[in-house]
């Protein structure tokens, strides 16, 4: 390995994001990849990257279902999917809904009344990662993205909107918080007032009764309200859809409590609910509302043996790179050749075959496979970010290994 590429990981080693304390301090964005990497093998709890922001951000969606539930997952048990951070100003949504995700995960038996039970739930974290690091309400393209649900023109909206194509929720949350400079700051959860098909009114009577749970006021929207808003937009799709607010003037821990007490009250009233309209409209909506794609079987069918690694521990890559440094200078080249076996994605063992350095960056695969492909892979700058066919992308793996290696001789 020569010199400046062995430079090169060492620096990439301590600048990965969400593996080094310097990334986790100056990016508010890497502790959520943590907690949401760390949930990686817990029983009835799946991730998937669903797309990338602006910026190039990874965007996650958390799956969390009931192992021990013997029902199929696409087809009888219902989809609930929750939004949070498309606003990346409201941050206290985003730890709320991630804290309940790791109390399902982690500790399911803690929350009384198997809340999972018959329910697929997919959290998205944080959809605006961008203006989640910077505390801003739009993205990095200035685009509001809760106005941007019928052109659906920004990275972020295109990858929810592209998992819903396929997940096909029969509920959508938005969670929000009102700031100091709204008019009107009432903890409420807002529904489609219009509309009498199932979905529209299965919305309709979960809120009311969320709201007799938790002591929320219900309100709902008019026909010609804004139908740039995801829930409304769902709802024009006879999706049930809410969006949630929390007043500013209770405090961050209370308004954490008010989202995690909607979030167990939406699942308990689709569960084991007081009205009995809603298990008869949600029947409804399960005969009208087509299954899940057969994908989310497969993602939830994730065994933790097949899954990724936990999130590694940041001092291994830097270790990493003083290695390299040492493997240069100690001459062992003979023995670099023999480890240039090409490691395998972790999830269904697919060959990688990056073209960029910062395609290896980029990649959703374990950080060791990731450190294992720098080593390995020596690349052109002007290869970055071009888009090639897959057969491409293999021809120029092979010739940049084929030029790896003969360095070595």
């Keep these: 390995m020569s010199f400046p590429l062995s430079l090169l990981c060492l620096g990439l080693a301590g600048l990965l994001p969400g593996h080094s304390p310097l990334a986790a301090a100056t990016d508010p964005y890497a502790d959520v990849i943590t907690r949401v990497e760390a949930l990686r093998g817990e029983e009835g709890a799946f991730i998937s990257s669903i797309g990338r922001s602006v910026k190039d951000r990874p965007i996650y969606a958390v799956f969390l279902t009931d192992a021990r539930d013997a029902t199929p997952i696409a087809s009888e048990r219902t989809r609930i999917m929750v939004l949070c951070g498309q606003h990346g100003g409201e941050r206290t949504p985003v730890r709320a809904a991630l804290g309940l995700a790791e109390e399902l995960a982690k500790a399911p038996d803690c929350v009384p009344g198997r809340p999972l039970r018959g329910v697929v739930m997919a959290v998205i974290p944080v959809v605006n990662p961008d203006g989640f690091v910077t505390g801003r ?110 007043s500013p003037n209770a405090s961050e821990a209370a308004q954490a409590r008010a989202y995690r007490s909607l979030l167990l009250s939406a699942l308990a009233s689709l569960t084991n609910p007081r009205d009995v309209r809603i298990g008869e409209c949600l029947r409804t909506v399960y005969a009208e509302r087509p299954e899940a794609d057969a994908r989310l079987e497969t993602v939830c069918r994730l065994a933790p043996a097949d899954a990724p690694i936990r999130q590694a521990p940041w001092w291994p890559a830097p270790a990493v790179g003083i290695g390299c440094l040492l493997l240069h200078s100690s001459g062992r080249r003979k023995a670099a050749r023999q480890r240039l076996a090409l490691p395998r994605a972790a999830r269904g063992g697919v060959r990688l075959f990056p ?24 690349v052109r700058p002007s290869d970055r970010g071009k888009a090639v066919s897959g057969r491409q992308v293999g021809d120029q793996f092979a010739a940049n290994l084929s030029r790896f290696r003969a360095s070595l001789t």
Excluded: Y
């Design 137 to 246: 309400r739009a993205n990095s393209a200035g685009q509001d993205l809760n106005r941007d649900w019928t052109n659906i023109s920004q990275p972020e909206t295109a990858a929810v909107w592209k998992l819903s194509k396929w997940f096909r929720p029969h509920l959508v949350i938005d969670l929000h918080e009102w700031s100091r400079s709204d008019p009107h700051r009432p903890d409420c959860v807002e529904v489609a007032g219009f509309g009498a098909d199932p979905g529209s009114r299965l919305g309709r009577l979960l809120a009311d009764e969320i709201g007799s749970r938790i002591a929320l006021k219900a309100v709902r929207c008019h026909q010609e309200s804004d139908g740039r808003l995801a829930h409304r937009r769902f709802a024009g799709l006879g999706i049930a859809g809410m969006l949630v607010e929390t």
């Design 355 to 378: 073209v960029a350095l910062t395609d290896l960056v980029q990649a959703d695969i374990p950080v060791g496979d990731r450190l294992a492909l720098m080593r390995r892979c020596r």
